[in-house]
């Protein structure tokens, strides 16, 4: 139980070592490490969806012969639409912009920024939730272990998404406390997340499968929809390539090493 709570707990550690930044840098994060560092994320996020998820997902069904890939196909899909959805439905704002998304709304543009973030960091949380809930209904190749090596994983690309959250709104204007606060609030939805996932997994069992890959389509959709488009845009570019590779082998060698 330790271990669980402690597991569950560590991503939103980085989320704030992330955020407290705030206190130690007095202008935004230099662009060249702001792609590397969205390049590092969506790294970590592909693996953990492909290490972590979606391969324990088949490899749960693999006495079904070639239909072993049907619950991670259809999981992956509805991960995918569930966070379209949210997208949708959900007034929010992406960092470097200023048009808002979603639904009209006369939210503030920080409720509307934290909202964005919230939507980015649920389905890591599901994540680390549901590989936990995995390792304890003895799914094949998820240890405790290996839980706690996406936790860590997740918890490292937090760092400087907790830095890219606090900092602009640091120079916004809002003051060092502020920011620092927001930004850390905007990782408390994984620990919820993954509490929720893990006392539905232990209530659907014959569904953990979707479930996996369930979490593995959500991510994999904020990494599409949000941290891509914005390591791309604009220059130093090849930096956040170079940050992705660095971040996919990282969470490759963590989820792979300490499973053995």
Known sequence: MTTLIIGLLIPLCGTVLGSAFVFFMKDEIPER????????ASGVMVAASVWSLLIPSMEMEETKGAWAVLP???????GMFFLLAVDELTPHLHLGTDKPEGPHSKLSRTAMLALAVTIHNLPEGMAVGIVFAGADQGVANLSLASAVAVSLGIAIQNVPEGAIISMPMRAAGNSRWRSFIIGSLSGVVEPIGGVVVILLASMLTPILPYMLAFAAGAMCYVVVEELIP??????????STIGFAIGF???MILDVVVSL
């Open 72 to 78: 991670a196909a259809v999981g992956f899909l509805l």
């Open 33 to 40: 490490v702001q792609k590397s560092l969205l390049g590092f």
């Open 249 to 251: 082998v990282l969470m």
């Open 230 to 239: 914005e390591a791309s845009a604009g220059c130093h570019t090849n930096l």
